[in-house]
Each structure stands twice: as C-alpha cells, then as structure tokens.
C-alpha cells in the first residue's frame, strides 16, 4: 500500500486524455499533473531541449511526492524516456511501450502512426513496432497542426476535418492507426470518418492505464484511501486555453488550477 499521489506530465492539454483512462482504472488514486504550457509545444524542439524540459517536470513531480510518473506526451517518450530512466531512481511509464504490446498481443502488421514531428523524426513507434513485430509494415505520418489546434479547442470545426483529411488521406491498407500524440484523441471522431470502419483507432492512454494498473498492483502500490482519489493540476503559464479544452474533455469544470515555475 502507498498513499502517495501518481504523477503525470505533458506539454498542455493532451496529457490529460491519459489522465481520464488511468482515473476510469484507478478511481482510488490520487493524481498530480503538469501541462507545461509554457514550454508548448514539444513537437517541434530538439531532442536536447525536450530532454531538458522532461528533466525539469520529473524533478518537479519528485518534489511532489509522486509513488510513479507517466510521461503522457508521444513526444517525450520517443525522445527523453530512455534518459530519464537512466538519470532518475523512480518508476516512470511512457506511452509507446504499452502501445505496442497490445500491438502485438493483437498481431496487427499493417500499422499507421500519426504523430508530432519530433515523435515521427525520432522514429521512436517504428523502431519499437518492428523490435517486436518484426514483419509489420508501418506508415508514419508528423502532424504538426494537430496539437496546437487541440490546445486552441479547435477540435471539431471545419478547420479540424481539413487538416485531419489532409494529414492521413495517404495512409492505406492499415488495420490499426496509433494516435501517437496524446493531443490527438480529441480529434477521434473526425479521424473516425476518414478511415475504414474496421480499423482499430489507438488512444495510447487506455493502454498506458493497463499497464499501470498492472504495475501498481504487483508492486502493492495501490492507495488504500477509501473513496474517490483527488486530482491536482499544475501548469508552468496560466495565460493558455488548458481549462476550456480540458473542461470539454473532462465533461466537468475543472477548478483549482496552480501555477508552477
Ligand atoms: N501531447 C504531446 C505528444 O504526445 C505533445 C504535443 C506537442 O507539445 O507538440 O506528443
């Protein structure tokens, strides 16, 4: 048992559509996340300034307190993931690994990625696809539009169907498509009509729940608070449109939002 609260980072908003799959598998739990609006977005920095920035949040969440980390950003785990583990004595879960499990416990070799720049550049989905699904074949496609028109609340409106058509118009023949940004779920519906109905769209954060439920359980990590766990957010810049898109997301105001340096 650990009563400590479970951390969880993002550049902004997208973070919080894995937060809302860990929160449906572990109620109980308490919850700390940072979007680090000031930092938006990640898609478009070096390797070197994205590890910089993951650095920063996971000290932050360590001085939280935090029993666990999930970095719920496609774009920081592709490319700081691996460094963090080596650097920081604290269990810390990304969003491709489980992604790619349930893959592979799916066999699944006609896969489409669609992702930030940087997540597509560090070839981070293909290399670990193929690692484990040798024969699979994958179609990657960077995105750059989608985030910041997720962080704006752009997510249903002409403009939105426009971009999604014209970012995955040239992906075929896949069984699956992996929303390998976690901005990306909040244009699901929209990316729903543009693909055959018998594709497997992938919101990483299901995914990502499972296993850190799984983790929490075979450590026994679980919060034995009785009732319903408590969520905290902090964002790095307040001036952002992070409650209104949350807010939607969420299906519920969200209140008490704290600024953190
Ligand atoms: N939500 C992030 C990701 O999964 C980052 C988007 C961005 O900041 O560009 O890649």
Redesign the pocket.
């Known amino acids: 048992m650990n009563n400590k609260p479970i951390g969880i980072f ?3 908003v ?2 919080v559509t894995v937060l809302k799959e860990l929160q449906k598998v572990l109620p109980n739990e308490d919850y700390v996340y940072i979007g680090d609006t000031a ?7 070096s390797k070197k300034t994205i590890i910089e920035l993951c650095k920063k949040r996971i000290e932050n969440l360590i001085d939280m307190e935090v029993k666990v980390i999930v970095i ?7 490319q700081a993931l691996e460094e963090m583990k080596k650097i920081f004595n604290i269990p810390i879960i990304g ?1 491709i690994k489980p992604t790619v499990k349930y893959l592979k416990d799916k066999n699944y070799k006609d896969i489409g990625v669609i ?2 720049t ?2 597509i550049r560090s070839n981070g989905w293909e290399e670990n696809i193929r690692k484990n699904i040798p024969d699979a074949r994958v179609q990657n496609k960077a995105c ?1 539009l989608l ?2 028109m997720a962080e704006e609340g752009w997510i249903d409106n002409e403009i939105a169907k426009l971009a999604v058509h014209e970012y995955i118009k040239d992906i075929k023949n896949i069984e699956a498509l992996i929303l ?5 779920p909040l244009f699901k519906k929209i990316i729903e009509k543009e693909l055959d109905s018998h594709v497997d769209i992938i919101n990483t954060g299901e995914m990502v729940a499972e296993e850190l439920k799984e983790f929490i359980y075979k450590n026994n990590l679980e919060n034995k608070n009785n009732g319903k766990g408590s969520t905290k957010i902090f964002l790095t810049d307040l001036e952002c449109n992070f409650i209104n898109v949350a807010k939607k997301l969420m299906q519920k105001e969200i209140i008490n939002i704290q600024k953190i340096d």
């Not at 719920?72 to 592709?78: D, K, L, N």
């Not at 390998?180 to 990306?184: L, P, S, W």
């Open positions: 993002d550049s902004g997208g973070g930092s938006f977005p990640y898609g478009s920095k719920a950003c496609g774009t920081a785990t592709s969003i992702a930030t940087g997540t750059p985030a910041p390998g940004c976690t901005h990306y």
